[in-house]
């Protein structure tokens, strides 16, 4: 009985490798329009760009003339003050491609690839209120609902296609909508 726990515990740690390796899939085709507008952060993988984030975090995103994407993120501080940061981003390949390329830093340094970060759609409900952004890499991943909250079955739900695409979802970090009253 020891071994064959031991061959199934085997199996799955192998099977989350093996995920995580593998290429990561998008959704079919992002409706670039439709997806324009204020998203609520739900939950994210901690990381260094946002450690002073708290609560109520938005990404605020904005159709240009040119066909860039203009990206308003903004968050709660332990203080209570609200910060923003602003970005661009631009679609990668064709006019419905999921997959997006985002840069926070100045427009002068647009043309090193390395300010450039991928920003890729990786699911999202047929109504556009849910959905979840990472990289190929899997090291960041944010899950948005055009709301401040979801409900826990959404919630997990999408967990659960983010864990089967290779994500080790228990990085996942929730999100308050708002900083609590001291």
């Known amino acids: 009985m020891k071994t064959l726990?031991?061959?199934a515990a085997l199996a799955l740690c192998c099977a989350g490798a093996l995920a995580a390796e593998a290429p990561l899939p998008t959704i079919a085709a992002l409706d670039v329009p439709r997806y324009m507008g204020t998203w609520h952060e739900i939950a994210k993988f901690p990381n260094s760009f946002q450690r002073k984030c708290v609560a109520a975090t938005t990404a605020t995103y904005a159709l240009q003339k040119d066909g860039t994407v203009q990206v308003v993120n903004r968050c709660q501080t332990a203080s209570g003050d609200m910060i923003e940061a602003t970005a661009e981003a631009r679609q990668v390949g064709a006019a419905t491609s999921p997959k997006l390329k985002v840069r926070f830093a100045p427009a002068w340094l647009s043309f090193l690839p390395m300010v450039w970060a991928d920003y890729w759609v990786l699911d999202i409900d047929d109504g556009y209120q849910?959905?979840?952004v990472g990289e190929p890499r899997r090291e960041y991943l944010w899950i948005l609902s055009r709301t401040p909250t979801v409900s826990p079955a959404a919630y997990e739900a999408l967990v659960d296609r983010l864990t089967r695409?290779?994500?080790?979802?228990?990085?996942l970090v929730k999100t308050p909508a708002a900083k609590p009253a001291p």
């Open 130 to 132: 849910l959905a979840a």
């Open 165 to 171: 695409q290779g994500f080790d979802t228990s990085q």
């Open 5 to 7: 726990l031991s061959a």
